[in-house]
């Protein structure tokens, strides 16, 4: 089906980038928040970055005019009933998003689609709300969604071939880059980003490092262009900690670090102070540390048929400019390397050695 039409359903920071992207792409977009305002500051905000966009050189005043006049505020989710697609991108709160679902699917038309945007939950259970699940997937946008090229697109246990196909023409139509993933809780780039986050946090909460230096280190153990702490300020650590709970069907590996939960849950921001000079003895303990816990998530995803390794590799690359990609890493450093680095997770974790662990060496090769 042709998509001309689409709903976004929360106008928050995912929500309204999600907007800008898609009106600027010559989509009608309709925007709804129930908070006060929040509609109106996404349009403003897509309109100043369209601004920007001309000022730069990349549109014509023409074209921010266009893409301005594509954004439209709607108060009440009848105004979703001709759109051809509906976004939810409210909070990660399994209980908001299937009542918020609930509500989108007995107003829009029985053959529009319905995605969500959760960056974490299994789309299988979100569809549970849905009627006739098989027109429901998932759409998760990276951060920025203005500007992050890479959406993944997630096939719930009864999506249809019909909705994947479409969900693909969307995303490749607006400009984005679509990464297919099998429904497992993180999909898969979060299933490992969230993880290296959590481990960065450990290792403060070990008092092996501050933030600063773990930033640091992130750059030289993965080519980071933006270390773990910055990132999570970026998106604002509450979001990173609701993330990593929402993994915890995962297994104890994935639970929260004790200060990862005291920043989240006060709604901080992480101090990162200007790292000074790190000795190579401990900068090699730090990037073990991050790469252990990198990689661990990468190879059980693997088992798990999430992804494959390219898929993951140009996740890092794409979404989260990793220089060094965990696949084309690992093959780099060898089996008995990675193996060294994941005994002492599954260890303490209890969990399996991945099967994919045989594979390393040769996984970006195929």
């Not at 993944?152 to 297919?180: C, I, M, N, S």
Request: charged share 20%; with cysteine; aromatic share 6%.
């Amino acid at each position: 089906m042709g998509i001309s039409r689409v709903g976004i359903v929360g106008a928050g920071t995912m929500g309204g980038g999600i907007a800008t992207a898609t009106a600027q792409a010559g989509v009608d977009v309709v925007l709804i928040d129930a908070r006060a305002g929040v509609a109106q500051a996404a349009v403003d905000q897509a309109r100043a970055f369209y601004a920007k966009a001309v000022g730069r050189g990349r549109l014509t005043q023409e074209q921010a005019d266009e893409a301005g006049r594509r954004l439209q505020i709607t108060s009440g989710l009848d105004g979703l009933a001709d759109c051809d697609l509906v976004v939810e991108a409210v909070f990660e709160d399994m209980a908001l998003k299937t009542d918020v679902l609930a509500k989108i699917a007995a107003v829009v038309r029985p053959d529009a689609l319905i995605a969500t945007n959760t960056s974490c939950l299994r789309v299988s259970e979100l569809a549970q709300a849905v009627p006739m699940s098989g027109r429901f997937l998932g759409l998760h946008y990276f951060s920025p969604a203005q500007v992050n090229p890479i959406v993944e697109v997630v096939r719930g246990d009864a999506t249809t071939d019909a909705t994947v196909q479409a969900g693909l023409a969307f995303t490749r139509g607006t400009g984005k880059e679509p990464l297919v993933c099998k429904d497992q809780w993180g999909f898969c780039i979060n299933r490992f980003f969230c993880p290296y986050t959590n481990e960065a946090a450990r290792l403060v909460d070990e008092g092996l490092a501050a933030p600063g230096e773990i930033d640091l280190a992130a750059k030289e153990a993965l080519g980071a262009a933006a270390g773990p702490f910055m990132v999570m300020n970026l998106v604002k650590p509450r979001i990173a900690l609701h993330a990593i709970r929402n993994l915890a069907p995962l297994g104890a590996f994935y639970v929260p670090a004790r200060s990862m939960a005291v920043t989240g849950d006060a709604e901080a921001s992480w101090t990162i102070d200007p790292p000074g000079d790190i000795d190579p003895e401990r900068m090699a303990v730090l990037c073990d540390r991050l790469r252990g816990a990198t990689f661990l998530p990468v190879l059980q995803e693997l088992d798990e048929g999430v992804a494959g390794p390219d898929e993951v590799d140009h996740g890092a690359r794409a979404a989260l400019k990793f220089a060094k990609p965990p696949c084309a890493l690992m093959d780099e450093l060898g089996r008995a390397e990675v193996e060294r680095l994941l005994q002492p997770l599954c260890q303490q974790y209890g969990v399996p050695v991945p099967r994919a662990l045989d594979r390393v060496g040769s996984l970006t090769r195929n």
